[in-house]
């Protein structure tokens, strides 16, 4: 089964802090994504990856920025956290081709809370 | 620009109850369409999918859903609704290449025993 990690669960972090979010895929999944989860607002697109050293902003990406350096890391950066972007994020991949294409197999999720 | 509306916030249904879960999206092209379930503390799961062909498609833990073009909706269904199945769904639409899926807002359900 392929599986996408998010290394943190659960974080709190303080007003201004510098916050990194980090995804891990093993199935060698060309596009990963990010969204932000919210009640009553569903999931809202911040970046995607297509490929190595490309992105493109999603609905929502202000206030965040992405970095992906190598094809199964994909990593969401938070410049200065505000209140705000207190919220769920999922963390999602999928490949091009294949019999998967174009269906996104998620992390478990980060839970961010900004104080 | 493509979207997704999921009408009913909340829904509570008796343990063996039929159910039903509405999704009306607005895309383009054909669009390929999704469900996906979140349980509580965890990430999503894929339902099912429709890419093409049949219009009534099957998927995991017995829930299907049917595309109807003219209504553009994809509603997922189950005969007879068991107390795990208690979790948020939600429905999404999207394309090929680099577009990116958009989720509706979701469907909380409710199982009474």
């Known amino acids: 089964d392929v599986k996408v990690t998010q290394s943190s669960r659960y974080l709190v972090k303080r007003t201004g802090e510098k916050v990194f979010l980090e995804c891990v895929q093993d199935?060698?999944?060309?596009?990963m994504f990010w969204y932000r989860q919210d009640p009553g607002l569903g999931l809202r697109l911040i970046y995607f990856s297509y490929d190595v050293k490309m992105k493109e902003k999603g609905d929502i990406p202000e206030g965040y920025s992405v970095s992906r350096e190598k094809k199964e890391r994909f990593s969401l950066i938070l410049e200065s956290a505000s209140t705000n972007q207190t919220s769920m994020y999922l963390c999602?991949?999928?490949?091009?081709?294949?019999?998967?294409?174009?269906?996104?197999?998620f992390g478990a999720g980060s839970r961010l809370t900004v104080l | 620009a493509q979207s997704v509306t999921q009408p009913d916030i909340h829904i509570t249904v008796s343990e063996g109850a039929s159910l039903e879960l509405r999704c009306n999206y607005s895309y383009g092209a054909t669009p390929y369409l999704f469900w996906y379930v979140q349980s509580p503390g965890q990430g999503l799961q894929l339902l099912l999918k429709y890419f093409s062909g049949d219009t009534l498609v099957q998927g995991i833990k017995g829930f299907e859903a049917e595309f109807k073009r003219s209504q553009s909706s994809f509603n997922l269904r189950k005969p007879s609704v068991h107390w795990s199945d208690a979790a948020e769904y939600f429905c999404a639409v999207g394309g090929v290449g680099r577009r990116a899926l958009t989720f509706g807002s979701g469907t909380r359900l409710q199982v009474q025993p």
């Open positions: 999602a991949s999928r490949p091009v081709g294949g019999s998967g294409a174009n269906v996104l197999t």
């Open positions: 199935m060698d999944h060309e596009n």
